[in-house]
């Protein structure tokens, strides 16, 4: 199996622990992997904000970085939900037929990691160890577009040490959106303040997520309100183990 | 209108001024969340739930696709059982018809069954321009009425209002002593109906929307909570429905499914307390003038496109309105409509085509709670896609050669053209490195420039550190290296 390593642009630029801890999931497994380089953007944000026809040439480069590949992870639920999702609309906005051809071949081995590890590598345990208490925010696209359900739990519930402890109103939007958390950004502000409420409410240290771009609007005001609350992509749980445990950076 | 019009204004600046508005955010999130729970028991406690949506859906899908067949078999029945048909293409010609209709019987008021679709023509307004007064007897609807302001939820018009609110209004309306009225909701409610019950006595010409309109027959259908619907449709002489070309269904049997996915979805009961239908006229019982006002008014326009058609498929029963996290924070008069929530960030661009109206598809995250609650799955996020690409080609359009100059746009161009080529991207990292560095605190930077400054007001972002993924890849490749 060609398994290839899509890591979208924002975790690329600023976070690539979880880039690197997705990798050590997958290895430790023992998987081999490639990483593309000529991957970029997935065109997410273009696409959202209405500049369609500006993000086609992102599908292009997008087909010509993993069309090779059996298969594609990537440690980010909302982007591969627009690869799934949108992917097929914006090839069919091209009027360019091959495009559309390639885009449909490729879309259905392009995966989110949990779903990954738990429906085509059919783990649950994956070796962890993580003796901190963890609240899990499952993000809207991970469970509306993608509908990964509690894939992520499932492997969190498995991880040695870990305490898991429940996020109310836990399936409330945090208010991110893209480019909305600019264009509105008091209405994002209000939504987030409730999100940041019940991360305190649920007494966790860490509020962890499959999607970084959520993880950073979270995580943005728990720092900024020096709540000493922190946000840990899920993949960098899962590569946490006893010999080599996660440390604060 | 019902008592006021929205304000068009661009929804970020409309919603930072409800956002301060401390009542409506304790009013909006009780009762969103009182109803979002109520809804959800009652839909989950149905086996078949998914396929009624899903029935919901392909029955109005294909009523839309044979919109003229159904209208002209409406029309057939209607007329035949002794009911008139008018055609509106628009607000004004639907406002003249009922005017006309109106003048011709010689009343100076009219009583109300709640509608929006008179709402969004601003038939009161018409109306009161021929010296016509009309009354709104929907308990809620009165009070936005009174207080002289739109509605701001299609279910529940002055969730935005408390009882207090309410009985000063209410005071002041009804001529009744302070000391004669308490805020106890019961009270209220009393004095409300003493109030309307004389109007309903009175009244000579009932005007109401329509819910649906069965083909088959030429029923006319009205759902309601109260039974002030009932008392306008069957009291007076006269009655005038304004209905939307998109409420009519086939045939009875489509009312099996609706009438178990409306009640549900909106005020989440099990069946709905007061369902009237009516077929044209029948001498000595009810009204002896019955008049259906076909209106148009946008919906064409809305029909004719592949993706965004599935808005008319919308039966008005606000669970969108309830699970929106958007709306339950700014309420309905940030939508600037007579259609707020996400059903109206949909809706109300395609029907306005305004530029104010055009910042509504902006009003969400995306998160797609609306569509999975939608009874008739209208894939409200996709529509929104396709209204925010509109949106932004039409303002390139009103710019014309100034387009270039709008940040947004010339920034969106530029990040797609790094985008699309590696090694500019990678310029573009190390280049975002550098010029952060004066700024960075602790692995954050907390104030960004521009376009992005919205960020940085309530939230830290993490700066680029030292090593990008890409490049931790090549060197950990040249090193032959596995660490972590």
Known sequence: ?249 | MSGGTPRARPFSKAAREALQDTQLRRNLARATSTIREKRLRATEELPDWQELREAGRAIKAHTLAHLDHYLMRLEQNVVARGGQIHWARDAAEANAIVQALVSETGVREAIKVKSITTDEIGLNDALAAIGVHAIETDLAELIVQLAHEPSSHILVPAIHKNRAEIRALFLEAMGIAPSELSDEPAELAAAARRFLRAKFLEARVGISGANFAVAETGAVCVVESEGNGRMCTTLPDTLITVMGIEKVVPDWRAMEVFLQLLPRSSTAERMNPYTSFWSGVRPGDGPQAFHLVLLDNGRSEVLAHRERRQTLHCIRCSACLNVCPVYARVGGHAYGSHYPGPIGAILSPQLLDSPEADTLPFASTLCGACYDVCPVKIDIPSVLLDLRLRSVERRRARRGRLAALDTEDGAMRLAAAVFAEPRRYQWAQRGARLAQAPFVRDGYLERLPGYLAGWTRTRDVPAVPAQTFREWWRERRGSGGSQR
């Open chain 1, 1 to 249: 199996m060609r398994l290839a390593l899509f890591i979208p642009c924002y975790v690329d630029t600023l976070f690539p622990q979880a880039g690197r801890a997705t990798v050590a999931v997958l290895e430790r497994l023992g998987h081999e992997l490639t990483f593309p380089e000529e991957q970029t953007c997935c065109g997410q944000m273009h696409v959202n904000t209405g500049y369609q026809r500006e993000a086609i040439p992102l599908v292009r480069n997008f087909v010509r970085a993993f069309g090779a590949y059996d298969q594609v992870v990537a440690p980010s639920a909302s982007c591969v939900g627009e690869v799934r999702e949108i992917y097929p609309r914006l090839a069919r906005l091209s009027r360019d037929p091959e495009l559309v051809a390639d885009v449909d071949a490729l879309v259905p081995r392009v995966h989110e990691l949990t779903s990954f590890l738990v429906d085509t590598l059919g783990v649950e345990d994956v070796g962890a160890y993580f003796p901190h208490r963890v609240t899990f925010h499952p993000t809207c696209h991970s469970q509306r577009v993608l509908r990964i359900g509690d894939r992520p739990q499932r492997l969190l519930r498995r991880v040695r040490g870990i305490d898991l402890v429940p996020l109310p109103n836990a399936e409330e939007c945090c208010g991110f959106g893209g480019t909305f958390s600019v264009k509105n950004a008091d209405t994002s502000s209000a939504m987030l303040s409730s999100k940041v409420a019940s991360v305190l409410q649920s007494g966790a240290e860490v509020c962890a997520a499959a999607d970084n771009s959520c993880l950073m609007h979270i995580g943005g005001a728990l720092h900024r309100q020096r709540t000493g609350v922190r946000t840990l992509h899920v993949a960098e749980i899962l590569a946490s183990t006893e010999t080599h445990p996660w440390r604060a950076p």
